[in-house]
């Protein structure tokens, strides 16, 4: 449509390829964690995520050789293999932690008593000496060595059942659930309602109290908290999921209000002025007509408001508290990175358990979000 | 009880609830309080139509007034007084104890930062977004990708960035990217957060990466939305690209670039999660919203604790004016 048929296809290619950066850049960070949620330990902190996906040289921790002995011409043997995986290649070997690449593959080096090692580049290795091992603390290996791309599924299995590792991620899953669902489903109605007496019946005072709902939209809730706070204490709720729900339901309900409101000025006029000659009352022009015809307004709130409460941290802090048994996953993750920081097998797969939910959410419903989105903020 | 069934419980005495309270009110309005039938039918179909909208808004303003608008007040009360005292009132003491505090001056000072620097890269990488992938095939997917981030938690999404920054000593494999790209390019590695005040600015890229989706979906309806001709009698006139985005599109949409601009400013004051998570306020990041959490729930000092809260307040209101003139403007 634009530009001139010359400089087209340059701008054409620009365009594709700024756009190609732009999505990389926001993509990367989060590729990032979840490639890392997948590998372990070891892997993350001994190379970056983005070298995952190809062979990897390193050393590996030491190994002590153990294993059955048996004679064999006069010389007492162990052997075996020092690597798990076929696919690992011995690049370099030693036998103490100042010179771990001493030696090439397949080099016979003698150890004390006569004991002689070698280790072949598939890490076979055999270890003979004179006399019986019986007794004798058999040497460490220190192998450099290429591996293949590994990923597991061990970090999962350790933060949502585990009992050491990222202990209660599973059960902040369970506690997040707890807290978004409620949250998300009861200030529907009531908005609902409101947003349909301030959208569609004559009574005075509606003006102000629209331009209330738009007010109390900016509000910052940190003002909320100590009054709330000792509220709920005073009427006996004091800290917990009642508390939360409350909370949630009371800050949710402007945008909720306006966002419903918004929807329903625009819904056709003659539907609900036949209705009502035909004798309908608002109650029933609420419940059979407007109700169901507003539902992409309906489903474009819950979505904000199950990512909001899903995602929420202050109000979950302050109205649940900080018991550990109570700690929803966005909590449990402040605390993680404060105790685990540096191990990021944990905290990378905590936090994707934290996201899958929200994700998966907005890719199945994200026409809904953008356009509640739309209703919310384009006049 | 266990939590889950409790929820269960809720939800359903919730609905129930609320569903149960419209009816019977509206029942005992139109049937025992003002029957429409009877000597008096025209007086009393009146007066339920006047009484029935306050049914339907009855438990919204109540929610509303009791979760919202009191706290306003209880909060600038609290401000008024000190917790040690047994709550007596001491007048301006907290605000004046708030402004001696260089943390404070620390939080307002990068508080103006992200306000510029947060709302400006966001709008304008969404704006751009928002153009580019317009034009293209894939544009579409591009566009998903570039709004996931909105929905990822600001805890998530700084667990993510702080692997970005992550930092090994020299001499070890670099893991965070930003780390391993800055090794390449021949610099040492740095401990990227704790160098300020640059570290403001890795902590506003969370906020600016999550925000820039919305942006661009905002502005992208926009774009679309403006009318055809005026793109065209551009080119007729022989505009390049340029000059047809930034002098004929641009000022086009300009009411929507303010809309978008305000709503990321008021993101930008509630943030508190990313700072918590990163730095929680240290190596000079303390942000408003932060340092209000830490006097309310760490040094339980709740009388400058609401002061600080008062200024976010007080902050926010000018957005709130512009709002609520803005919406009562498009009503007549």
Not at chain 1, 306 to 326: H, Q, Y
Request: hydrophobic fraction near 55%; glycine fraction near 8%; proline fraction near 5%.
């Amino acid at each position: 449509m634009e530009g001139m048929a010359g400089q087209k296809s340059t701008l054409t290619w620009a365009v594709h390829i700024s756009v190609a950066l732009l999505v990389a850049l926001w993509l990367f960070p989060t590729v990032g964690l979840l490639v890392s949620s997948f590998r372990t330990a070891e892997q993350i902190s001994n190379s970056g995520w983005w070298s995952a996906f190809s062979a990897q040289k390193g050393q590996l921790p030491a190994i002590r050789i153990s294993g059955e002995e048996h004679e064999d011409g006069g010389l007492y043997v162990i052997d075996g293999n020092l690597f798990g995986s076929a696919e690992t290649t011995l690049s370099a070997w030693g036998t103490s932690s100042r010179e771990p690449e001493a030696y090439e593959p397949d080099t016979e080096v003698e150890l004390k008593d006569g004991w002689t090692i070698s280790v072949a580049k598939s890490g076979d290795f055999r270890l003979t000496a004179p006399q019986s091992f019986e007794g004798e603390r058999l040497p460490r290996v220190f192998a450099t060595a290429t591996t293949p791309p590994e990923f597991t599924l061990q970090n999962y299995k350790n933060v949502l059942f585990g009992t050491t590792a990222g202990a209660g991620v599973g059960q902040a899953f369970l506690n997040t659930l707890t807290v978004a669902i409620p949250a998300t489903v009861i200030p529907i109605l009531v908005a609902a309602f409101a947003a349909y007496a301030l959208a569609w019946m004559e009574f005075p005072g509606r003006a102000l109290l629209i331009a209330a709902v738009v007010a109390l939209l900016v509000v910052p809730l940190q003002l909320a908290l100590i009054p709330l706070l000792q509220l709920h204490n005073a009427i006996g709720i004091g800290k917990g999921y009642l508390g939360v729900w409350l909370a949630h339901t009371g800050f949710g309900l402007p945008l909720a209000i306006y966002l419903l409101r918004n929807y329903m000025v625009g819904l056709p006029k003659d539907i609900i002025e036949n209705a009502r000659v035909d004798g309908a009352s608002d109650f029933q022009i609420f419940t059979k007509i407007v109700l169901p015809l507003s539902f992409p307004a309906l489903a474009s709130f819950a979505i904000f408001q199950f990512l909001w409460t899903w995602n929420d941290l202050l109000v979950a802090l302050v109205f649940l508290g900080t018991d550990d048994d109570r700690l929803v996953l966005t909590a449990r993750l402040v605390n993680l990175m404060g105790s685990r920081g540096g191990q990021w097998e944990i905290l990378a797969t905590s936090a994707f358990v934290s996201i899958v939910v929200p994700l998966i959410v907005f890719f199945a419903m994200q026409k809904y979000l953008v356009r509640g989105l739309l209703a919310g903020s384009v006049k | 009880m266990h939590p889950a069934l409790q929820a269960v419980l809720t939800i359903v005495i919730g609905l129930g609830g609320c569903i149960g309270y419209f009816w019977f009110s509206n029942q005992l309005l139109d049937k025992v309080l003002f029957p429409p039938r009877g000597p008096n039918i025209g007086r009393n179909i009146r007066r339920a139509e006047m009484i029935r909208p306050w049914l339907f808004l009855f438990p919204a303003i109540f929610a509303l007034g009791l979760y919202l608008a009191y706290p306003v007040v209880a909060t600038f009360w609290l401000s008024l007084t000190d917790r040690n005292q047994g709550g007596a009132f001491v007048g301006l003491a907290n605000y004046q104890q708030m402004l001696r505090e260089a943390k404070f001056w620390e939080a307002i000072r990068n508080n103006m930062l992200w306000l510029i620097v947060v709302p400006a890269a966001s709008t304008g990488f969404g704006l751009l977004a928002a153009q580019l992938t317009d034009r293209i095939r894939w544009g579409n997917l591009a566009k998903s990708l570039i709004f996931m981030p909105m929905a990822i938690s600001f805890v998530g999404a700084s667990v993510i960035w702080k692997l970005v920054y992550d930092f090994r000593p020299i001499g070890q494999e670099q893991i965070g990217i930003l780390n391993a790209f800055w090794v390449w390019l021949g610099g040492a590695p740095q401990t990227w957060l704790t160098i300020t005040p640059w570290n403001n600015f890795l902590l506003m890229m969370v906020l600016i990466w999550i925000q820039t989706g919305f942006a661009m979906v905002i502005l992208g309806a926009a774009l679309r939305g403006i009318p055809e001709e005026t793109v065209e009698a551009a080119i007729v006139d022989g505009a390049n690209p340029f000059q047809i985005f930034f002098k004929i599109k641009v000022p086009q949409i300009r009411s929507t670039i303010v809309v978008v601009w305000t709503t990321i400013t008021l993101v930008v004051l509630k943030v508190f999660d990313i700072v918590l998570a990163m730095t929680n306020g240290q190596w000079q990041t303390q942000v408003l919203a932060n340092y209000m959490y830490d006097k309310l729930f760490r040094a339980f000092d709740w009388g400058v604790g609401s002061a600080a809260a008062m200024v976010i307040m007080l902050l926010v209101s000018p957005i709130l004016v512009w709002n609520v003139i803005n919406a009562r403007r498009e009503m007549r």
